[in-house]
């Protein structure tokens, strides 16, 4: 089935708290640099995906009563690129992404979802992914620790998700055992690198 319309692409980020984010960098850095760190690698992925030029959504991973003052920089960007903003609907990561690629194949046929730490996605690896699911149910973009940071899908079925030990050096082979189980035609792009630890962090910082 060729698509017909571009797909739906979707970032997932965490709302910038201290204490909150990127834990595994806050052991050694502290947690003032580690939010720091989280708040520029979500706005270098967000600028990326802006320059891909397909419709995109920022996806937040909870509902916030109060907006953390830190978040002001890429709220910023996103009122300025007039991208919507919604909330992550779901009890763990499968049932979160399962359901927004659900939505986002109702309303354009296909869905997108990277997410917010990993600067070396590239807007041609976004278009190279959209591609990829001309001929492929879902396409997935590994990354180097066992995960993946970019999944993207146009057709959905019921649990396609579920099980995945997210987080995990397995996540990204028991993902792909679990929608090959379920009929669908997977495909994955060359795997990039993305930003967990501090040596990943200070990878980050040599090439910037």
Same mark, same amino acid.
């Given at each position: 089935?060729?698509?017909?319309?571009?797909?739906? #692409?979707?970032?997932? $980020?965490? %709302?910038?708290?201290?204490?909150? =984010?990127?834990?595994?960098? $806050?052991?050694?850095? !502290?947690?003032?640099?580690?939010?720091?760190?989280?708040? =520029?690698?979500?706005?270098?992925? #967000?600028?990326?995906?802006?320059?891909?030029?397909?419709?995109?959504?920022?996806? %937040? &991973?909870?509902?916030?009563?109060?907006?953390?003052?830190?978040?002001?920089?890429?709220?910023?960007?996103?009122?300025?690129? !007039?991208?919507?903003?919604? /909330?992550?609907?779901? +009890? &763990? #990561?499968?049932?979160?992404?399962?359901?927004?690629?659900?939505?986002?194949?109702?309303?354009? @046929? $296909? @869905?997108?979802?990277?997410?917010?730490?990993?600067?070396?996605?590239?807007?041609?690896? /976004?278009?190279?992914?959209?591609?990829?699911?001309? +001929?492929?149910?879902?396409?997935?973009?590994?990354?180097?620790? @066992? @995960?993946?940071?970019?999944?993207?899908?146009?057709?959905? =079925?019921?649990?396609?998700?579920?099980?995945?030990?997210?987080?995990?050096?397995?996540?990204?082979?028991? +993902?792909?055992?679990?929608?090959?189980?379920?009929?669908?035609? =997977?495909?994955?792009?060359?795997?990039? %690198?993305?930003?967990?630890?501090?040596? &990943? %962090?200070?990878?980050?910082?040599?090439?910037?």
């Amino acid at each position: 089935m060729i698509m017909q319309h571009p797909p739906a #692409l979707m970032q997932f $980020a965490k %709302w910038p708290q201290k204490g909150q =984010v990127k834990t595994r960098l $806050a052991a050694e850095l !502290g947690e003032r640099k580690a939010l720091e760190a989280h708040i =520029v690698l979500t706005d270098t992925v #967000l600028k990326s995906l802006m320059d891909s030029g397909y419709p995109l959504t920022f996806w %937040w &991973d909870r509902d916030m009563t109060e907006t953390p003052i830190e978040a002001e920089g890429i709220l910023l960007r996103l009122r300025k690129g !007039g991208i919507p903003q919604r /909330v992550q609907q779901g +009890t &763990d #990561l499968g049932e979160r992404m399962a359901n927004a690629l659900d939505e986002a194949i109702a309303h354009a @046929g $296909a @869905g997108m979802i990277v997410g917010s730490d990993c600067p070396a996605v590239t807007p041609d690896y /976004v278009r190279r992914a959209a591609q990829t699911l001309e +001929t492929a149910d879902v396409v997935i973009g590994p990354s180097n620790d @066992g @995960g993946f940071v970019l999944i993207g899908a146009k057709r959905s =079925v019921p649990g396609m998700l579920d099980g995945p030990a997210w987080g995990s050096a397995q996540a990204l082979e028991q +993902t792909h055992s679990v929608l090959h189980e379920k009929g669908l035609r =997977v495909e994955c792009l060359e795997p990039l %690198w993305d930003v967990d630890e501090p040596e &990943d %962090w200070a990878r980050f910082q040599r090439l910037r």
